[in-house]
C-alpha cells in the first residue's frame, strides 16, 4: 500500500478486492501511525507490515517521477518482515528488517517534519533554510519530535538534532520534497502524519509541542489547488 497518508480511506475498494484470509499488507508511508492507519479499512486480523521508505522522489507531471538516487526500505524483523524484505533481492532497493523499528521510523519523523513543514509553508526550496530565525524554528521542531518519539519508544541519540540541522543546511538551495512538490502542485499535503502526529501523541504523554501546536494550523488552512 504505497498512497499517501491522507488517501488511506480512497484505497479501501482496492484493499477490499485484493487482500484474503491469508494476505499480508505491507504499508510505504510517512509517519509513525502505519497501524492506526490501515487496521479500520481492512479485515480483522489482516497482518499489517509497516514500512520506512527512503526513496526521495517527486512526481513532475501525471505518469512521470523523478527518483533522487537512493532507495532504502526498513521493516521490524519479524518473519512477515524478513518476508516482505526478500521481494526486493537482486534489485535496486536496499530492503532489510531492524530488530529497533521503533527508533528507525521516529528517525524519519525528525527528518520529514521540520523540512516538509518549513518548505510547503514558506513555498521555497532549501535555500530558506538560510534566512533569518528558520533553521531555529526547524530545530523547535526537531526537539518535540524528539522528545515526543523518546516517550513512544524509540531510541535516539543526544547527537541527532545537531546532526539532522547539519544535513538540512547543506543541502542543495534547490532541493525539495514531497510536501513542498504537493503544496506546489496544489495537492494536499501529509502535514497531519508529519506534523500533527507531534502534538497528538505529546498530549497522551504530557509533553509540550507550542511550535507543532503553532504550525498544524497554518498546514491544515492551506486550501488544496491554490499553491503558493
Known amino acids: ?29 510517512n509517519g509513525v501511525e502505519h497501524r492506526e492507519r490501515v487496521t479500520p479499512v ?17 512526481r513532475s507531471a501525471p505518469g512521470v517521477a523523478e ?7 526498513l521493516t521490524a524483523d519479524t518473519p512477515e518482515g524478513q518476508a516482505f524484505c526478500g521481494l526486493f ?10 530488530p529497533d523499528y521503533v527508533s528507525e521510523n521516529w528517525k524519519k519523523l525528525c527528518v520529514n517534519a521540520p523540512g516538509g513543514a518549513i518548505l510547503a509553508l514558506t513555498g521555497q526550496t532549501m535555500q530558506v533554510f538560510h534566512q533569518p530565525g528558520i533553521a531555529a524554528i526547524a ?58 502526529v507531534i502534538a497528538r501523541k505529546g498530549r497522551v504523554h504530557g509533553i509540550p509541542t507550542p511550535v507543532s501546536d503553532l504550525i498544524v494550523p497554518l498546514l491544515a488552512a492551506q486550501k488544496v489547488g491554490v499553491p503558493g
Request: with cysteine; charged share 20%; glycine share 8%.
Open 1 to 29: 500500500l504505497c498512497v499517501k497518508a491522507h488517501q488511506v480511506e480512497g484505497a479501501k475498494a482496492w484493499l477490499d478486492a485484493t487482500v484474503g484470509p491469508h494476505t499480508r499488507v505491507a504499508i510505504l508511508q
Open 42 to 58: 481492512v479485515p480483522v486480523g489482516t497482518v499489517l507490515v509497516p514500512v520506512v521508505v527512503d526513496i526521495p522522489a517527486g
Open 67 to 73: 527518483w533522487r538516487g537512493r532507495a532504502g526500505l
Open 89 to 98: 533481492t537482486g534489485s535496486f532497493v536496499t530492503a532489510c528488517p531492524t
Open 139 to 196: 530545530r523547535a521542531i526537531l526537539s518535540e519530535c524528539v522528545a515526543v518519539g523518546r516517550a513512544e519508544g524509540a531510541d535516539l541519540p543526544d547527537d541527532l538534532i545537531e546532526a539532522q540541522m547539519a544535513r538540512f543546511m547543506a543541502a542543495a538551495p534547490d532541493d525539495t520534497n514531497s510536501m513542498y512538490d504537493d503544496r506546489a502542485a496544489g495537492r494536499e499535503t501529509e502535514w497531519d502524519a508529519r506534523n500533527a
